[in-house]
């Protein structure tokens, strides 16, 4: 029977520190730091052969992070068993207190041996590159965010307030903008302000527009518009949703879902007193985002109201796909209000608790699981 020695690499942009770890020692050995490239890691895994046999088979990972799944790639072409660990999920070995890059590399290597890990789903090439599109879609949006900041407080620091209304961005609002007069400099500052306002504006529209193309595709269409079915998701929530999960059979169950998400509250319970806190927030930061956003559309309306909207992305879908997102619609709006009218729970509080559920009743659409 070959043996398996489990390669664990902490890697960095410009160092990777690799160490071994096999059940026959059972103790992490010949620890070694080389210059962040792939072939380097090939090499060490040749020498390793020398010290534990021809036969021995190589099985290797790092945390997710800064280098994607490009060294991943890089080394599944060269027929090396690689795996990306997810971070919050992994077991800590080290129990010291100091943390060093080999005591990392360490760590990831039993995580490996004992299978005390989450794996991150590496997408194929295509649904990666179309999650990479939207995050940068999402990157322009922060800056547009930022940009209204930094307009409205310049404004007001010159002692300009504006008296139309009680919502900006209006089109009332954006003519009272361009027509304050200032003197000199700032009357130049506040233009230069503005047309980067109107550079981003129309920039993210266009990249809207690119995303709408891409979800109207042959691969992504059905899915997507079966998730545009629930109220507050559109093509940006449920297109994001399907290129980085990839394949939702892969959760057992739909809080299993959820708990990825990190949408699940923490707890530290023991014998019969239970303490439950606020959520992990571990796994996928920006889909979870995503999902507290569309959970904000059901914090109003009346319960069982469909908007004109809704109904125009609920054209064309199967009356089964329909009356399950109906009745998830109906529920998680009537539960907003009655927690929050009823009980008094906290509006954030209720919010993340509807998106939770409604991650679940995406689940269940994903999979076909909608009887």
């Known amino acids: 029977m070959n043996s398996i020695v489990y390669v664990g690499m902490d890697v960095h942009k410009e160092s990777y520190t690799l160490c071994c770890y096999c059940y026959d020692t059972d103790r992490v050995e010949y620890k070694q730091t080389i210059p962040s490239d792939y072939k380097l890691i090939l090499k060490y895994m040749e020498s390793m052969r020398k010290v534990y046999g021809e036969d021995v088979t190589f099985v290797c990972g790092y945390e997710a992070g800064c280098l994607g799944y490009s060294l991943y790639h890089q080394l599944r072409e060269h027929g090396v068993d690689c795996k990306i660990l997810a971070p919050t999920t992994m077991a ?4 010291s207190h100091v943390k060093t890059d080999k005591r990392d590399a360490a760590n990831i290597a039993r995580c490996l041996a004992f299978h005390t890990y989450s794996g991150v789903y590496v997408p194929d090439d295509e649904d990666n590159s179309v999650k990479e599109y939207i995050r940068m879609r999402d990157d322009q949006k922060l800056m547009l965010k930022k940009i209204k900041q930094q307009i409205l407080a310049f404004v007001l620091r010159q002692g300009k307030k504006f008296e139309g209304g009680k919502t900006y961005w209006t089109i009332v609002h954006m003519k009272w903008l361009k027509s304050i007069e200032l003197k000199g400099l700032d009357k130049e500052t506040l233009s230069e302000y503005l047309v980067t306002y109107e550079y981003l504006t129309e920039k993210i529209e266009r990249l809207d527009n690119r995303i709408e193309e891409l979800a109207s595709g042959e691969r992504y269409k059905e899915k997507v518009k079966n998730m545009g079915c629930f109220l507050g998701v559109k093509t940006h929530t449920a297109l994001s949703m399907v290129v980085e999960i990839g394949d939702f059979n892969r959760f057992e169950k739909a809080p299993k879902f959820s708990s990825f998400l990190g949408l699940v509250p ?3 319970s023991s014998g019969d007193k239970v303490n439950r806190f606020s959520i992990t927030k571990a796994g996928n930061s920006h889909l979870r985002r995503l999902m507290v956003e569309a959970a904000q559309s059901y914090t109003r309306g009346n319960i069982g109201h469909k908007s004109i909207a809704l109904k125009q992305r609920q054209q064309g879908c199967s009356p089964e796909v ?11 709006r009537r539960r907003f209000y009655k927690m929050t009218l009823n009980k008094g729970v906290n509006r954030n509080k209720a919010t993340t608790a509807i998106a939770r559920e409604l991650a679940c009743f995406m689940w269940g659409m994903a999979t076909g699981k909608i009887g």
């Open 92 to 95: 800590i070995t080290n129990t």
């Open 266 to 268: 923490s707890e530290d």
């Open 322 to 332: 329909i009356a399950y997102a109906d009745k998830a619609n109906e529920r998680l």
